[in-house]
């Protein structure tokens, strides 16, 4: 019995790291996910994300259609700007998503926008 608790302790703990491990690419991708979730916004398309010209770009799209789009300066420490249609969802640190999914908060602040 209590071996199986520690086991599955233990892949808890991993799988609350597996989403924010890897290069900047991934960890906005991720911390993107986290402010959707947050907002409650209907995905329909998840972001996909590249590099290019100093800029990580995440597209996406709504259940009804509206464009997702993320964008995050290649310098660190990482921001990025969440746009879901024509409203901003979110506007600052990418750590700070990642910082209070891990803690169980929301992503971002209720009603606030960003």
Do not use: N
């Not at 703990?13 to 890897?22: F, I, N």
């Not at 398309?45 to 997702?68: F, L, N």
């Not at 995050?72 to 746009?83: E, F, N, R």
């Amino acid at each position: 019995m209590f071996l199986t608790a520690v086991t599955l302790a233990g892949c808890s703990q991993v799988a609350a790291l597996a989403p924010v491990s890897g290069d900047a690419l991934t960890t906005v991708r991720a911390a993107s996910i986290d402010v959707l979730l947050a907002a409650d916004v209907p995905v329909s398309v998840v972001p996909v994300c590249a590099t290019s010209s100093g800029m990580h770009e995440c597209t996406g799209e709504t259940t009804d259609g509206a464009a997702i789009r993320v964008s995050a300066p290649t310098q660190k420490p990482l921001t990025m700007v969440v746009v879901v249609g024509d409203r901003q969802v979110y506007d600052g640190p990418v750590q700070d998503v990642l910082d209070k999914v891990a803690r169980g908060e929301s992503a971002i602040e209720s009603g606030s926008g960003s």
